[in-house]
């Protein structure tokens, strides 16, 4: 519950912060009332893509056999994690200039009268968020909620998304849109941590590898992952009381090269803000 609530909260936040950028920008043009038809289209759009994909894993996994459905779920979790890491990178290069260069593409299009391609603009950045979440929550596999269940989480990650969005729209200075992203970031990176677990774990109880030394190690006594608690911490960082060498050296694979990536990242961007600004030309 905890895991599909977080990444619905984040997800639908992030959403948000899109249509709130577009729908500030269009109040400002002469033709608003028409933008705002297109913008409301294209939010409508970008879901049903959403939809449409969830609809198509679905129905995949009708027609495949017991096996074949194991490895297909198993690659989603892999699919899961690495589409997690892609977007917490992926903020970190654009995060400065996203609002810019939503707005520059809004404005090509309000130029142009080209209101088609401003909404599929809109459908592409919502769709972008709402594909990102349908598969985050299969590949978390809905933590074996059933329907109803399922449905009051996501409304209240929707929920307490609009309340996040309402209170960064203030423009409070403790809890702010940095603020959001890179403690989420940190949740994101644990998460696809952990998912990494889960599919090698998948992986080596089905026999298509091998744990080499399973258990390493047994710390049940002090945290059981099959408890409440545990069971929580074990999703969200991967962590196993009975963890195979392979899951481990995993693991530790993924944070090494996630830690370094994120290092050289910023060593990039404060090499790129020091760079001195070329002398204005003079005639």
Request: a positive charge; zero cysteines; aromatic letters at 10%.
């Amino acid at each position: 519950m905890g895991n599909t609530l977080f990444v619905v909260w984040r997800e639908s936040a992030e959403a948000m912060l899109v249509v709130g950028i577009l729908y500030a920008w269009l109040k400002r043009q002469p033709d608003a009332s028409l933008g705002l038809r297109y913008l409301w289209g294209g939010v409508a759009a970008g879901i049903a893509l959403a939809l449409l994909l969830a609809g198509v894993m679905l129905g995949i996994a009708t027609i495949l056999s017991s096996e074949a459905l194991d490895y297909f779920q198993t690659g989603m979790v892999l699919v899961a994690s690495a589409l997690i890491v892609q977007m917490v990178f992926w903020m970190r290069r654009h995060g400065r200039t996203f609002k810019k260069d939503l707005e520059s593409d809004m404005q090509k299009n309000v130029g142009s009268a080209n209101w088609w391609g401003m909404l599929v603009v809109v459908m592409l950045a919502v769709g972008r968020e709402s594909a990102e979440t349908v598969v985050f929550l299969y590949g978390i596999g809905m933590e074996g909620q059933d329907v109803p269940t399922f449905i009051l989480v996501v409304a209240l990650g929707v929920l307490a998304a609009y309340a996040t969005f309402w209170l960064l729209q203030q423009g409070g200075k403790i809890f702010s849109w940095r603020s959001f992203f890179r403690f989420s970031e940190v949740l994101l990176l644990l998460l696809a941590g952990g998912l990494l677990v889960t599919g090698i774990d998948r992986l080596i109880a089905s026999g298509a590898l091998s744990g080499i030394v399973d258990p390493v190690w047994d710390t049940t006594a002090l945290l059981d992952d099959s408890g409440r608690f545990g069971g929580v911490v074990s999703a969200l960082t991967g962590y196993r009381a009975r963890p195979s060498l392979l899951s481990v050296a995993a693991l530790a694979l993924y944070w090494v090269t996630v830690l370094l990536a994120l290092r050289r990242y910023a060593a990039a961007s404060r090499g790129h803000a020091g760079k001195p600004r070329p002398a204005p030309l003079r005639g």
